[in-house]
């Protein structure tokens, strides 16, 4: 069972910065897509983005051009850094972990990001 561990969120001003780390307990990392996942509440939950094994990124284009995900295989670990943060960034944002050519999803427990003054 891969365990996956989102930390980093809490409460930042308007224009500030966060940056998201997620621990993944799997043995072959570096074979997994990773993405990042937000859900504010009474919203679906929606990508931000993502990053692949050979670590090209997507992002949503809400998220363009102020976030930036990237991944450290030898620990393990996907970041997403926020810059340049709203009040409508605000949400739970989650952790996805999927080995290459399957679809078993594994996900973290969330971490809260509040953007207000």
């Known amino acids: 069972q891969v365990q996956v561990v989102e930390s980093g969120g809490g409460l930042v001003q308007p224009g500030g910065s966060l940056r998201l780390s997620c621990i993944v307990s799997?043995?072959?990392?570096?074979?997994?897509?990773m993405a990042w996942y937000r859900q504010a509440p009474g919203k679906q939950r929606e990508l931000v983005a993502s990053?692949?094994?050979?670590?090209?990124?997507n992002y949503a284009d809400s998220v363009k051009g102020r976030f930036t995900i990237s991944r450290d295989n030898a620990k393990n670990t996907l970041y997403l850094q926020m810059n340049s943060l709203k009040p409508e960034d605000t949400a739970v944002y989650y952790c996805?972990?999927?080995?290459?050519?399957?679809?078993?999803?594994?996900w973290g427990q969330g971490t809260q990001v509040t953007v207000s003054s």
């Open positions: 990053i692949a094994v050979n670590k090209s990124t």
């Open positions: 996805n972990a999927r080995p290459g050519g399957t679809r078993a999803d594994s």
């Open positions: 799997a043995t072959f990392f570096r074979f997994y897509t």
